[in-house]
């Protein structure tokens, strides 16, 4: 299952099972679980933890050293769960110390070719990276959040669950879960409800979700003003409370 012409160091754990191509590099500390498929020329360095059943294509560079000029070589990781899909080119970093020390992502994502992820990035499950999107450091991505390709995010920022951007948008600000994005600077163009409804969820909640976004967009509210309304009339909609809950956790502000 491993190709001869490929330098696997003896401190790397793979499972039985695990088919590794032609020309790849597997460093010491990393560990590929069961049903994995590393294809040609592909490198990994570790500390570096894959789940089961990733499949990485050739040229894709995962676990390498970030480029924070702040690194001196500290003992940070990287972690990915199960079922990924990492296309031609891609780049995931480690993290830093200045972080968590991990950059961690979900499982059943797809990366598609020469997406990147910079060192501590927290991604979660069923996201998808177009061609060339590139998450800067620290960023945070919900579930099912969808980056059109040769967008860019911004350091810090965080994208909230079914969240999508447009091609080329460039974020610099928190999206909140739900919504639509497209442009330079990044703009909110209302709710993901094709997404949304893809995804099975009800009249009620997509009712709900389009009131609370004319509260924060629409109507000339303050943010606080809007989240107070949201919460008096939906405080038991669970939909409308992770909405309101990525409006308060911004740091960065929200797009508007």
Same mark, same amino acid.
């Given at each position: 299952?491993?190709?001869?012409?490929?330098?696997?160091?003896?401190?790397?754990?793979?499972?039985?099972?695990?088919?590794?191509?032609?020309?790849?590099?597997?460093?010491?500390?990393?560990?590929?679980?069961?049903?994995?498929? *590393?294809?040609?020329?592909?490198?990994?360095?570790?500390? &570096?933890?894959?789940?089961?059943?990733?499949? *990485?294509?050739?040229?894709?560079?995962?676990?390498?050293?970030?480029?924070?000029?702040?690194?001196?070589?500290?003992?940070?990781?990287?972690?990915?769960?199960?079922?990924?899909?990492?296309?031609?080119?891609?780049?995931?970093?480690?993290?830093?110390?200045?972080?968590?020390?991990?950059? &961690?992502?979900?499982?059943?994502?797809?990366?598609?070719?020469?997406?990147?992820?910079?060192?501590?990035?927290?991604?979660?499950?069923?996201?998808?990276?177009?061609?060339?999107?590139?998450?800067?450091?620290?960023?945070?991505?919900?579930?099912?959040?969808?980056?059109?390709?040769?967008?860019? *995010?911004?350091?810090?920022?965080?994208?909230?669950?079914?969240?999508?951007?447009?091609?080329?948008?460039?974020? &610099?600000?928190? *999206?909140?879960?739900?919504?639509?994005?497209?442009?330079?600077?990044?703009?909110?163009?209302?709710?993901?409800?094709?997404?949304?409804?893809?995804?099975?969820?009800?009249?009620?909640?997509?009712?709900?979700?389009?009131?609370?976004?004319?509260?924060?967009?629409?109507?000339?509210?303050?943010?606080?003003?809007?989240?107070?309304?949201?919460?008096?009339?939906?405080?038991?909609?669970?939909?409308? &409370?992770?909405?309101?809950?990525?409006?308060?956790?911004?740091?960065?502000?929200?797009?508007?």
């Amino acid at each position: 299952m491993i190709h001869p012409t490929a330098i696997v160091d003896p401190g790397a754990q793979l499972a039985d099972d695990v088919e590794v191509g032609p020309f790849c590099v597997i460093g010491a500390d990393v560990v590929i679980g069961a049903g994995c498929r *590393i294809g040609p020329h592909v490198v990994l360095k570790g500390p &570096t933890r894959l789940g089961r059943r990733n499949r *990485i294509f050739q040229f894709a560079s995962v676990g390498e050293e970030c480029q924070d000029k702040k690194y001196a070589g500290e003992p940070t990781r990287l972690e990915m769960g199960d079922d990924n899909v990492v296309r031609e080119g891609v780049t995931l970093h480690r993290g830093t110390v200045q972080d968590r020390g991990v950059t &961690t992502i979900g499982s059943r994502n797809l990366f598609m070719a020469y997406a990147h992820v910079g060192h501590d990035c927290l991604i979660g499950d069923d996201c998808i990276l177009a061609n060339q999107a590139t998450l800067g450091g620290h960023v945070t991505l919900g579930d099912f959040v969808i980056l059109g390709g040769l967008s860019a *995010i911004h350091q810090f920022c965080h994208v909230g669950a079914h969240a999508m951007c447009g091609g080329g948008s460039i974020v &610099t600000k928190d *999206i909140p879960a739900y919504l639509m994005v497209n442009g330079n600077p990044g703009q909110a163009h209302g709710l993901n409800l094709v997404g949304l409804k893809r995804r099975g969820f009800s009249r009620e909640a997509l009712k709900a979700l389009s009131d609370a976004y004319r509260l924060v967009y629409r109507q000339g509210l303050t943010l606080d003003q809007a989240l107070a309304e949201i919460d008096a009339r939906y405080a038991d909609l669970a939909e409308v &409370t992770a909405f309101s809950d990525s409006l308060r956790v911004s740091t960065r502000g929200i797009i508007r």
